[in-house]
C-alpha cells in the first residue's frame, strides 16, 4: 500500500523553520534600542582593581568622545596584557573592545569579543553587561551567526535586569531570543512560557507567537498550536509592527494550521487554510500539492487531480513535484483503473527514472564543503549551467531560507573584510585590525563550510526522497498486477471506491461555474481551478 508519509510536515522546526531560515533576527532587522547603552556610565558598572594603566585610561575617554578607532587599539594593547592592568581592568578593557568594534561596525569581532565574555560566564565582571550587546548584535547578524546561542547561555534571571520602561523593547526582544533558545533545546514548555511573556507592541510579537505555535506542534498539542497561528493571522491583520514580509508571514501561518488540521484529520478546515495561500505567493504550488492529498483522503478525485493537472502545467517548469504523479497513479489505481495507473507509472520512470543516477554523478564533482558552496553560490546568481533536467530538483533543494541565510551571513563577513581594507594604514597595522581580519576569516571559514554542509544534505535528501518515490512507484505496478490476478489485500480493496462515491464524485456546472472540456491548452486564470472526472471501475 502507498501511503503519504506526512511525518516530515509535521516536524515543526524541520518545516516551517527550514522555510524561514532566518528565523528570528531577519523578520525585524532593527536593533530593539539601537542607540541606548545601558551600561556605559552605569553606576553599577563593576568596579576596577587599582587606577586604569594610562592607556586605558586615554581609551575610556576616546571612547567617550566616539572615536572608536582609536579606543579600540588602546583597548586592544589592554587586553593582551601590554599594559600590566589589573585583571579586572582587562576585562573592562575587553568589554569596552566588543562595544568598539560594534559601533565600528565590525560586528563579527565584535561577537567575538563577546562570546569570550559569555564563555567566561559569571567569572567575567561583565558577564551580565554583554547581554545588551548580543541582542543589538541578533538584529545586526544573519541566524547564521547563532547569536541565539550565546543569549542561551544565561539563565532567564538575567533578563530582569531589562524589564523596566527604559528597556522594556530590549527586554521583549531578550525574551524571544531565550525563547529561541529554549525552543532549539527542545523545552518546547520553557520555550512557550518566554515566548507568551513578548508584549504585543514589541516588533517579536508575532515571531514569538509564530514560534510558539511550533513549540506546541513538537510538544503535540494541537489545539494550542492552532491558537497561536491564529493570533499571528489577527495581529498580521490588525497591523501589529515589526513584520518584514506580512503577506508571506500570513503564508506560512496559514500553512502550519492547514498542516496542523490535516494531521488531526479536520481536511475541510486543512483545505480552507490552504486556499488562503495566495496564487501569488512563493509557496502556493506547496499548498496546491498537499491540499491534493486532503482532497484524495476526502475521496474528491476530481479536485486532487485537478491540483496535480495544475502543478504539471508548462507555467510551471521548474517546479519539483514528483511526488505529485505517484499520488495520481494512487487515485487510478483507487478506481480500478489499472491501465491508466499504469500508464502514470510509466510517465514517472520516463521522467524521473534514471535521473537519481544523474544527480549522483553530478554531486561527485564537489568533493569538499567549500566546492560545494561555490555551486550553491553559482546556482542562486544563475551562473551554474545546469542542464534543463537537473535544474528543477537542484533549485527547489537550494532553495529554503537557511541556505539562503548562510549566503547572506557570508556576504556580510565579506563586506566587512571590505570595510577593514577600507580603514586607515595604522589601524589596518595595528594589533586590533590584526585581530579584525582573523575573526572575519575564520568565521567566513566556518560560514563557508556550514553552507557547504547545508546543501550539500538537501541536495542528497532530494536524491533519497526520489528513490524513496520510485520505491512506491513499482509498489504499485506490484498492486496492479496483484488486482489483475485477483489477489489485492483486503486492506487495498477497502481502499478501492464503491461505484455509488465515483458518481458522486462527477464534475458539474452550476451558477458559478461552467465545463469546458480541456484541450491541451493551459489558462493562467484557471489555474487551481482545474477539475478532472474519473469514473470508478470497480464492482464491474
Known sequence: MVRRRISKWLAGAGTTAMILGLTGSAWAQQPAQPNMDFTQGSADAPPAEGPPSEALANALRLYQQ????????????????????????????????????????????????????????????????????????????????????????????????????????????????????????????????????????????????????????????????????????????????????????????????????????????????????????????????EESWAYFLQQDYPRALGNIHTLFSPYFTNGWYPEAMVLKSVILFSNCRYDEAEEVVAQFNERFGDLRPEIERYLQQYQDDPSFFQFLKNVREGHANLPNRLRPVVETAFGDRTLLRNLEYVAQLESEERRHNGMPAAFRNSSVGARIIQDISVAKSFAIENAGTLARGRYTRAVEELGDLQNQATAILIEILNARRGQLSQEMQQQQVSVDVARANRVTADEEHNLWPFNGEYWRDELGFYRQQVVSRCGR
Open 66 to 289: 566616539e572615536r572608536y578607532q582609536e579606543a579600540s587599539v588602546q583597548f586592544q594593547r589592554v587586553v593582551e596584557g601590554e599594559t600590566q592592568d589589573a585583571p579586572a581592568n582587562q576585562q573592562k578593557a575587553q568589554f569596552h573592545l566588543g562595544k568598539s568594534l560594534y559601533h565600528l561596525g565590525f560586528y563579527q569581532s565584535a561577537l567575538a569579543v563577546f562570546d569570550e565574555i559569555v564563555e567566561r560566564g559569571t567569572s567575567h565582571l561583565y558577564f551580565n553587561a554583554t547581554l545588551q550587546w548580543l541582542a543589538q548584535l541578533a538584529s545586526q547578524l544573519p541566524e547564521p551567526a547563532d547569536i541565539v546561542r550565546r543569549v542561551g547561555r544565561y539563565p532567564t534571571t538575567a533578563l530582569q535586569q531589562f524589564n523596566n520602561n527604559e528597556s522594556r523593547g530590549l527586554y521583549n526582544q531578550l525574551l524571544y531570543l531565550m525563547g529561541r533558545s529554549k525552543y532549539r533545546d527542545g523545552a518546547y514548555d520553557e520555550a512557550i512560557a518566554l515566548f507568551r511573556q513578548v508584549q504585543r507592541q514589541s516588533p517579536y510579537y508575532v515571531q514569538a507567537k509564530f514560534f510558539e505555535g511550533i513549540s506546541h506542534v513538537n510538544a503535540r498539542r494541537s489545539q494550542p498550536g492552532v491558537e497561536a497561528f491564529n493570533e499571528v493571522l489577527h495581529a498580521i491583520e490588525e497591523g501589529v509592527e515589526g513584520i518584514e514580509d506580512e503577506e508571506r508571514m500570513a503564508d506560512l501561518a496559514w500553512l502550519e494550521l492547514a498542516r496542523l488540521y490535516y494531521s488531526t484529520r479536520h481536511y475541510e478546515s486543512a483545505i480552507d487554510s490552504w486556499n488562503h495561500v495566495d496564487v501569488d505567493s512563493e509557496y502556493w504550488l506547496d499548498a496546491l500539492f
